[in-house]
């Protein structure tokens, strides 16, 4: 697995979580020079963007999320995190994170995702 996210899990409506996705093989390699984005999928829906964050670290969100979840980077570690705060039940999905660019819908490789689930 090239996109590994880990964190995810059950929390209650208010909590927090913090997500982690680690690069490797080609991701890996090139992740320090990447636009790196966190996306989500719930049941029954299409993936969905939530956070980007540049190879200078600027981040951007969903706005669905924005003041809630921040993103960052370590390229050392060739990571990228989500933390989220104030979570709610419309925040439950599966997280995956991928190469950023505006055809990420359409990126063939998606790695393993995290499920996330809030209750109510």
């Known amino acids: 697995v090239q996109l590994q996210a880990s964190g995810g899990g059950l929390v209650q409506a208010g909590g927090s979580l913090r997500l982690s996705c680690t690069a490797s093989g080609a991701f890996g390699i090139l992740f320090s020079i990447n636009t790196m984005g966190w996306y989500r999928q719930a049941p029954g829906k299409p993936r969905e963007f939530v956070a980007v964050?540049?190879?200078?670290?600027?981040?951007n969100y969903a706005d669905s999320v924005k003041g809630r979840f921040t993103i960052s980077r370590d390229n050392a570690k060739r990571t990228v995190y989500l933390q989220m705060d104030v979570l709610k039940p419309e925040d439950t999905a599966v997280y995956y994170c991928?190469?950023?660019?505006?055809?990420?819908?359409?990126?063939?490789?998606w790695g393993k995702g995290t499920q996330v689930t809030v209750s109510s």
């Open positions: 964050i540049s190879t200078g670290g600027a981040g």
């Open positions: 991928n190469v950023h660019s505006a055809t990420w819908a359409t990126n063939p490789y």
